[in-house]
């Protein structure tokens, strides 16, 4: 028996991909899964309270503006999700928990709870095959015209996650593939600027490394994801920094 799909996005709603610099000449492809806080008008607001909807459980704060600072430096792509990861996690396959989770730190979603095998397909079509499939369709037209890709994804973490203060300000992450983290983490290690640390506060035991493996891993590519203390990026000064300093050190450890 086919199961009916709910209707996930409204024609008020849009697309579910935001992309910009579709020309652009730097190999950076730039991605931010968690771009958006934003939920689909069918939602509601997932039976939470308003700070919850603006918190770091419902997006990466900040990211999107850096990203877009990087993406204009080097005249990079960029593509990024419009919806919040709290209706579907585009860094997490469909088969991951996370990927609609019924709980994120210390608030449960009452909107994800027992949610339907139509359910979880409907928002698994809606949002993240459509935001794969960009980057795919990216990363071929890239190669079918001669453009060298390099894989770079954009998040921010929360500065005290369950009540620990995470010391760490820049993350520089990978799974099997560090060739360019590697050289990130050196060409930082010359001009510290900023405390920068190998897998942090995450790794791929934690299951985020799901997009550099989807595209970069799996098709020989060079990538790496960088995640940025989110108080450091609060607003425009902090993002235009931080976007300049991410610029420098992908320019630097490109050319290495």
């Not at 931010?32 to 039976?47: M, N, Q």
């Amino acid at each position: 028996m086919v199961l009916a799909q709910p209707n996930i996005l409204s024609e008020a709603d849009g697309d579910c991909v935001g992309i910009e610099r579709i020309d652009g000449r730097s190999p950076v492809l730039l991605v931010c899964e968690h771009a958006s806080k934003t939920l689909p008008a069918r939602f509601g607001d997932l039976g939470l309270p308003s700070d919850a909807l603006s918190s770091h459980i419902a997006w990466d704060p900040g990211a999107l503006a850096v990203a877009r600072g990087i993406s204009q430096a080097l005249d990079a792509t960029l593509v990024y999700q419009r919806f919040s990861r709290l209706i579907y996690d585009c860094n997490r396959p469909p088969s991951s928990a996370g990927a609609m989770p019924e709980s994120s730190e210390i608030y449960a979603i009452p909107g994800n709870k027992n949610l339907t095998a139509a359910e979880r397909l409907a928002r698994t079509d809606a949002l993240y095959v459509p935001f794969h499939d960009a980057i795919r369709g990216l990363i071929r037209d890239r190669r079918a015209r001669g453009q060298d890709t390099v894989i770079v994804t954009m998040h921010s973490f929360t500065p005290v996650y369950h009540g620990r203060q995470r010391a760490v300000e820049i993350g520089i992450l990978h799974d099997e593939d560090s060739r360019l983290a590697d050289r990130m983490l050196d060409v930082a290690a010359d001009a510290p600027l900023y405390r920068t640390e190998r897998n942090q506060p995450y790794g791929p035991e934690d299951g985020v490394t799901h997009t550099l493996i989807l595209h970069g891993l799996s098709n020989g590519l060079r990538n790496v994801m960088i995640e940025v203390r989110n108080d450091l990026i609060a607003d425009d000064g902090g993002q235009g920094v931080m976007a300049d300093y991410l610029t420098g050190l992908l320019q630097q450890s490109l050319e290495a």
